[in-house]
């Protein structure tokens, strides 16, 4: 099945050439209705009408007809075209001076438009039974005349398989632009998907560190063992939060709501914000979880109970600011490790597209404010380009290929046998073999993807040079004739140098090109063909160049127009995908927190947990260590072993343990399942040691080991098996228990 770059091809070729078709069709025999002459001039207008009237249906019909239609309606253009091509004798007169008739220019035009509207047996038998018709019309119109010359019907069986040619290159490309276009979506999509899936992690790990973890640190302290009502608010909020970051977020939804949740009941906030304002619901959690956390940094630091929150948009963006009169700080002296202004805030905002800015001075209060784009910038650049590329390399191939064919198997054969209608040979052969090399240039530079650039202008001058010499070397009673093969096959080579070129500086050096033959033609005073003649039978020719600059624009357009529309369907389809692997995560990660913090945070809510029971504070610290260690683990450090131990010495020492750490040895970034089974055991230890007791943590790594050790007035931990090559062994003596935990590497 053709892709979406080929079958948008194929619909809008089918359109341009039946366009083109009707357009040239009644341009051609509308000026030989006004200027040319008829045998029967009642017939010639009745012939004409009925032609036009039937190219104007079958383009509409066939343009928006189904596929049956599209089977059927060709045949009837074939009989239809024949029946014209009968007509001659009444509708054309035989003038060996006059180049061309509007007969031939019709069949012209219709073989070379079918291969856009037909298959190729069809474009074969159609084209057989079009020119053996128009045969049989010359020759009963002008038996033994010009009409009816041989080498109209190679002529136009070339025009047709040439036409065929270039709409197979274009097509070609088409295709490849499809699978371009395919296998870059595929890697923007794998792409987004860890990028989202890696956000989403760290999202999630802000949440904890926000909700869960503050509010169980905060009892493991024993921080909260007499304000029950409070804690019990705080829990239900906290347990809302996980089940929100477990539904994926999508489509819009009001800021507003989310913010007035995001409120603590320690400080009493003063609210400045519209009625409603809709956000794309990722960012709206995340800009409500920052004013949270920027709510508990003022309930824990800022020393006053009162803030102000005021919620600003405007078209490109959100601006929501958190404001508080209290002692304030200086923000060059917060250690850059400290999660809540460089982690909970900064790279958050940072992960929506927003920022987040701190204005602090001792004494003077804080302002946070947190901005959001409303709007993401279109990128389709990308996909354009190689749309465009592949269009213009296959229809760039497919004019060499006509061109060569053109020179190969029309123009020599024909230059051999007219050399008497040249002063002398050699200008002829050398034109040709110049045509010839600038055709195999734009060939190799096609073939190595390279643009013309500095070479164009060179070549247009060398093309422009050849065409006056051969001019200048045909004897003035053939100028403009059949032995004159350069005066328009020369515009073959102007097509592919202008390729890529606006249509207008396209049009403008192609005629420039025939203006100049036609020229030199006139200075001479005798030419084969009458004006008229001249400029009818250059008509056939010119309009087939012009057709492919129209089908280059058009192309170009509708690289754009694809890849928009394919950029449009790749976002749903990434957006599905996306959708996808965060839901499997997040019900992968509520479901670790389920055996956890959900039982411990469910009891705290219900009043089923005393804060004040010593197990329950211990069940609490470990769980909160456990979660901070888990964000600690999403920095990305260079020593992400070390950073994390530090994170839990940093909980310990703020719960009164005094802890000495030591770090011993080099060791290469462990697997992070490892580092867990490395860490778990110290967490444990150091979040349930006794306060005012002293604690020891070693780390000592060799080539191929590494060990955590840590003693502390703790309870021992469960038994635990061996697991991702780590081993711990545990030993209590005289109330003081050491723990070890081993991990032996590869062998």
Known sequence: MPGAVEQRLLRHGLRYALGLRTVVIGLSSAVYLAVGAAPDPAVAVAVVLALNGWSLGYAVALARGSRRARRWLPLVDVAVVCGACLTQTWTVVSDPRGGSTWVLVVVNLVVVTYPWQVDWPLLASGTVAIVAAYFVGATLADPGGWLADPAIGPWTA??????????????????????????????????????????????????????????????????????????????????????????????????????????????????????????????????SRSVREALTNVARHAGTDRAEVRADQSPDQVTVSIIDRGVGFDPAQVRPDRYGVTRSLAERMTRIGGQARIDARPGHGTTVTLTCPRTVSEVVGTDQDVIAASFQRGLRWAVVVLSLAILLLLDLPRLLASREAYTSLWPQLLTWAGLTAVTLVVGVATWRDRPLGRWRLPLLALVFGLSALATSSVRPAYLLGPAHWSEGDAGWQVVLLMLDTRVAAFAAVLAAQYLMTFGQAALAGEAALSVAGAVSATWAVLAFQLAIAMIAAVLRAMATSSAKALGAAEQVRTAEAVARHLHADRTDRMSALAATAVPLLDGLARDELDPGDEAVRRSCAAEAARMRRLVAEDTGTADSLAHELRACIELAERNGVTVTFADRGTRRELPPPVRRRLVEPAIAALATARSGTAARLTVASTGRSVTVSVVAVCPPPPPTPTADGVQLSTMVTGGRCWIQATWQGEQ
């Open 158 to 287: 070339a025009q047709a398989a040439l036409s065929w040619g270039l709409y197979r290159f274009v097509r070609r490309g088409a295709r490849a632009a499809d699978r371009a276009v395919d296998r870059a979506a595929q890697l923007r999509r794998a792409a987004a998907i860890a990028a989202a899936r890696r956000r989403d992690e760290r999202e999630y790990l802000a949440a904890l560190h926000d909700t869960a973890a503050a509010t169980l640190l905060m009892v493991g302290n024993g921080v909260l063992t007499g304000n029950s009502q409070w804690l019990a608010d705080q829990a239900r909020r906290d347990l809302r939060e996980l089940r929100r970051s477990a539904d994926v977020a999508q489509g819009e939804t009001d800021l507003v709501p989310l913010l007035r949740d995001a409120a603590t009941a320690a400080v009493q906030v003063t609210w400045h914000t519209p009625d409603r304002l809709s956000l794309p619901a990722a960012d709206a959690v995340a800009l």
